[in-house]
């Protein structure tokens, strides 16, 4: 899909390539014809996006069509969120679980933790704690140590107060930032503090597909809805299906699209479809 448009008297073009998944589903159905190695982010994928962090409990459904889809497919879950946090919420034995966006991976036969993300550890808990005291007194700010990264969580921010926060938050910040010891990047309504390595989520999906995967015989998936996302679509945009959640196309390096947490359910009643259909004709 290629679209151009006026804007300010001045001609843009925006080139958009985002399919809707569903438009293209036989091209998707012959990708992953010879199985599935499938990624998932969780936090606006597979539960929607909620006000705290905390609050994001995946549904009843959802759960079990994880469980279902992990029968028939090798499952990874990578999110932001810590290892320990993301194990809990999921909840399912038997699959690979990334945590702090790949810094920490665990699963069958795995157990990775990267050494830079132990090193700046001592760091990263005085850093929370200056937060903490700093950004006590901007109500809804919420800081979260993960172990391996930290976050600002600011959803629930008055928005005349964001300007305020963000200065406190870059001035703490600003000294570990250009001692080149750690690295910030954005999500949604979220600060995220992390070692300054050359690691994010598409190193580390292409690690664990190195591992799991070796032979390359399994297709990958990845489906996200945020920025840290897009390194993760971006490492597997040759090799594999990547979809972004999100109410309309927008750029974006993945391939395809789903509107929201639904459309990822209906992508996994699809995927089960494919294996327990097999000879009584596709849907
Ligand atoms: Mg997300």
Redesign the pocket.
């Given at each position: 899909m290629v679209g151009g448009f006026h804007l300010r008297g001045r001609e843009i073009y925006l080139v958009i390539r985002m399919e809707y998944l569903f438009d293209r589903w036989g091209e998707v159905e012959r990708a992953l014809a010879p199985g599935a190695l499938l990624l998932l982010?969780?936090?606006?994928?597979l539960t929607p996006?909620v006000e705290r962090p905390e609050l994001a409990i995946l549904s009843p459904d959802m759960k079990e069509l994880l469980k279902r889809v992990s029968q028939h497919y090798t499952l990874g879950i990578i999110?932001?969120r810590s290892l320990t946090g993301v194990q809990e919420l999921v909840g399912l034995e038997g699959i690979y679980y990334a945590g702090n966006h790949g810094f920490e991976i665990s699963g069958p036969g795995v157990d990775l933790i990267k050494s830079e993300a132990e090193r700046v550890r001592p760091t990263l808990v005085k850093l929370c704690e200056e937060l903490r005291a700093k950004l006590g007194n901007i109500k809804g700010a919420i800081v979260e140590d993960k172990g391996s990264t930290a976050s600002v969580h600011y959803r629930l921010v008055a928005e005349g107060e964001f300007e305020r926060l963000r200065n406190i938050f870059e001035e703490v910040v600003e000294p570990q930032i250009k001692s080149g010891v750690l690295r910030v990047t954005r999500?949604?309504k979220v600060f995220e503090i992390r070692p300054n390595v050359e690691w994010d989520k598409g190193k580390a999906v292409l690690w664990l597909s190195s591992v799991v995967n070796p032979k390359g015989e399994l297709t990958p998936v990845y489906i996200?809805?945020?920025r840290?996302?897009e390194d993760a679509f971006s490492a597997l945009k040759e090799m594999g299906v990547t979809i972004l959640?999100s109410e309309e196309p927008v750029e974006s390096n993945a391939k395809y699209f789903v509107k929201n947490v639904d459309g990822v359910k209906i992508f996994f009643e699809k995927l089960i479809n494919l294996r327990t259909q097999i000879g009584t004709g596709s849907r």
């Open positions: 982010d969780y936090d606006g994928t996006i999110s932001g999500g949604k996200g809805d945020d840290t996302d959640v």
